[in-house]
């Protein structure tokens, strides 16, 4: 009970922390407009990244980044990760290697002032919709031919399971079979704590891990449910093996 007192008044805090950081960088992302793509993208990646390191440092998010190196230099990716949170996509945003960009929820883009950013580094997508689908699978297409990432949330949506993953949706992976470009998963711990799905208006500080795992190749035979099942089940393994909750629970135990 103290617990959740205490983290809606923190709650209070971080927003006001994310709204007056949040219009402080509206003027050097507008300065970006005139700038051709993907020029434009790589612009705002670095005005993101100094706002987040700022905005992170003043709310208490510790950041740890494992994996760096598997972003190889002149290569881009269509990156997947998992999703618990809706600090997940501020946190890829600015902490992926290079210019990149999402595919969201038309809703985000509706909300008042932080829509305008939301937009601006997102693909929108309204899911009821056929043809908005197929226009942002053009668009994201398109992303991966200017050079730069493309993230995707394969879950859909924020996982309010008790498992590591929910079931994925096929879009990744048909346009990795479309485009031959190489998927890198992403698994990122310590969001759900920190910004519970199940709580609103909430927020805890604490420590967040992002690992950034070796890319998977597309051959030649590989089709979309094949890169599907095989990119779940290296998530899937891999987040089991490196969750630092667990770790910490198994040395504990008697003996460890």
């Known amino acids: 009970m103290i617990k ?17 950081t949040m219009l402080l960088v509206l003027i050097p992302l507008w300065l970006t407009n005139g700038q051709p793509e993907p020029k434009r993208t790589a612009s705002m990646a670095t005005i993101y990244r100094h706002w987040m390191s700022v905005f992170f440092f003043l ?27 809706l600090m997940d996509v501020p946190l890829t945003t600015a902490r992926i290697p290079g210019p990149n960009m999402t595919i969201a929820k038309s809703e985000m883009g509706k909300i008042p002032i932080f829509g305008i950013i939301y937009r601006r580094g997102s693909i929108l997508v309204d899911r009821k919709d056929p043809n908005s689908r197929r226009d942002s699978f053009l668009k994201m297409r398109q992303v991966l031919e200017l050079g ?61 891990e992002m690992h950034f ?44």
Do not use: C
Not at 4 to 20: E, M, N, P, Q, S
Not at 158 to 183: C, Q
Not at 220 to 248: C, I, N, R
């Open 59 to 85: 709310v208490g998010v510790r950041l740890k980044i494992y994996g760096r190196k598997n972003f190889a230099p002149g290569e881009n990716y269509i990156v997947v990760s998992n999703h618990n949170s």
């Open 148 to 208: 730069m990432h493309m993230v995707i949330y394969p879950e859909g949506t924020r996982n309010k399971t008790n498992k590591p993953l929910k079931e994925f949706h096929d879009g990744a992976f048909r346009l990795a079979t479309d485009s031959r470009k190489p998927i890198l998963p992403v698994i990122i711990y310590g969001t759900t704590k920190m910004l519970p799905s199940d709580k609103s208006f909430y927020f805890w500080p604490g420590k967040l």
């Open 213 to 256: 795992l070796p890319p998977l190749r597309v051959t030649d035979t590989d089709t979309s449910d094949d890169l599907k099942k095989k990119v779940f089940e290296t998530m899937w393994q891999y987040y089991e093996e490196h969750d630092p909750e667990a770790a910490g629970s198994r040395s504990k135990q008697p003996g460890l």
């Open 4 to 20: 959740d007192i205490l983290g809606r008044i923190y709650a209070l805090w971080v927003a006001i922390i994310f709204i007056t």
